[in-house]
């Protein structure tokens, strides 16, 4: 095994044909490319409710989420929600429309959330969950949500309720 | 300098608490995830003509485009399709509202594209473009658009041109 303790020898530049700084390998002359990440979710319904889970993982523990994650290479944005209601809630769901598309720009983070719907009332807490719940808009714990863009996509998903056609939300102005 | 002419010993492994093999390197444990890249675009609107930009860069040299390209960190996604409109054509535009999110699952790639609006008619080709056309529908060159998602973009817009609510676009089904 090679031992290597030492990093690469990064240097701030703009690459030829590019207009950003980047980190550049002084070495090998290797362009360190950092990309947004896209975290892709959903609203979970069944008659009326909503599907809300508690997080058995860092970051905060203990308050409540939606079904949402991390998008891998090789899927949609569609099939990421739908894997991410199946690994938290062991829910299989249906995915309807568009909701909503956040960006968080402090954590280089854009938020890709959907409308969806239970193919079966059927669902219990994945390994990243405490419980996992269907809660009516007087039952949801404002004060216990885990992260201010699950606030946004229930406020916004209730007042577009029973609407069609919308045009999808974006962060909310301040 | 440093001259290292090996690279990082990586194996594929399920890191602990992951559910997805990923390249870990063997002496130092990084894991070294690899995720979808977005793309931000828009379809520039002005007077019932729609912008095109015509590629000077590699891929589909010469054939005919949106306004897009890779999204930054810091960014949000509206930020980032208006600063290519800026660095493609020289042209401040308008974000209206979200057209459509593709995802390209061969090159990782989700791409989010917006209606705007010129905020003035002043554009003129930027580095990335030999040239830059405002187009009615019966003049756009279909046989020589670089890439099929402008293609879906241009005729998933028209089929909804002058509807004001209506759900955003996915992929085409075939």
Not at 1 to 29: A, L, W
Not at 59 to 71: D, I, K, N
Not at 107 to 131: C, D, K, N, T, W
Not at 132 to 147: K, T
Request: hydrophobic share 40%.
């Amino acid at each position: 095994m090679t031992v290597k303790t030492q990093s690469p020898d990064f240097r701030r530049e703009i690459p030829d044909g590019d207009s950003h700084e980047r980190d550049v390998c002084s070495t090998c002359g290797f362009v360190h490319y950092v990309n947004p990440k896209i975290v892709t979710g959903s609203i979970v319904r069944h008659d009326g409710r909503i599907m809300l889970c508690r997080r058995a993982i860092e970051p905060r523990v203990g308050f409540w989420t939606l079904p949402a994650g991390f998008m891998e290479v090789g899927e949609t944005t569609e099939q990421a929600a739908m894997r991410e209601a199946q690994e938290e809630a062991n829910a299989a769901i249906v995915i309807d429309r568009l909701l909503a598309v956040y960006t968080i720009p402090r954590i280089a983070q854009v938020q890709i959330m959907y409308l969806a719907h239970l193919r079966e009332p059927v669902f219990s807490p994945g390994p990243e969950s405490l419980e996992v719940m269907m809660v009516g808009w007087d039952e949801i714990p404002w004060d216990d949500i885990a992260f201010p863009s699950v606030t946004w996509a229930l406020e916004q998903y209730r007042s577009v309720e029973g609407v069609e056609d919308f045009a999808p939300f974006s962060n909310p102005v301040p």
